[in-house]
């Protein structure tokens, strides 16, 4: 029998459109997604870009600083920010020294944490504010088994958060580019350059996901390798779009020698 190799010009009409429909809205999902990540940690030093100092403020924490002195003292909000310049520099570094030495609940250290937050934080740190997820405060009274396990965190992710990320971003990754790289198997290209088409993706992915661990639990230095893995994987769903629409419209169907 004959051997016959059917490429991405020979596809039905019908087939080309479903294959170009399903690369632009995937396309469009990537880019948002994109988008979610820098939106996300872009502000974690404090400046508006997205930096590696982000990733490593998100994935490892600040190192040997808890999370009050993070937020006001050595990677800002602008919210924080303007809330760190109307409190007094003594407040400021009282909170942050009380935190350091172990957040004592006596009353004569904790009324000053009292008098600072009631001041000026509990309006978002509430169970009801635009800060609901660390409330400083319950049922108008600021509590200390509140506030000192926020004020005590390190800013780093956990490991339990890791292991959910992990799950869901390999699978959906994963399976995204077995799909299209189901298409690009059907591209008239050279074995070489089809293989590169095929496992960059891949790469990107663990790259990125590796790295979240070795950042967040290693090496904090390594978070660079965040940003390399989303390269790849952009860059890789770029090539592999140019590619499969190239062979679906430009490329002409190979006549039989």
Known sequence: MEKT?????????AAKLFCTVFFI?????????????VTKYRMADGKPMLSVRDLVLSYHGYPGA???????????????????????KDSV??????????????KDDFEPVVEALENYC??????????KSSP????RVVKHDLVAPVFSRTGAVSANRLLHLTHVHLLSNVMIFVLTGAVVLFCRMGPKLKTVLLLLPFLGI???IGSWWVTAFICHHCAW???LGGALMGVGFLLQFLAVMHGLWLQKVEQPA
């Open 136 to 139: 400083f405060w319950e049922d």
């Open 25 to 37: 809205l995937l396309g469009v999902g990537i880019l948002v997604s994109q988008l979610k990540v």
């Open 225 to 227: 390798l965040l940003m």
């Open 5 to 13: 190799n059917v490429h991405l010009p020979d596809f039905s009409v």
């Open 206 to 208: 663990f790259l990125d």
């Open 122 to 131: 509990v309006n978002c740190h509430d169970l009801e504010g635009a800060a």
């Open 93 to 106: 570094d009282y909170l942050i020294q009380w935190t350091k030495d172990g957040a004592s609940a006596e």
């Open 66 to 88: 808890p999370i009050v002195e993070v937020k006001l003292r050595l990677a800002p909000t602008p919210d924080h920010k303007e809330f760190e310049k109307k409190m007094y």
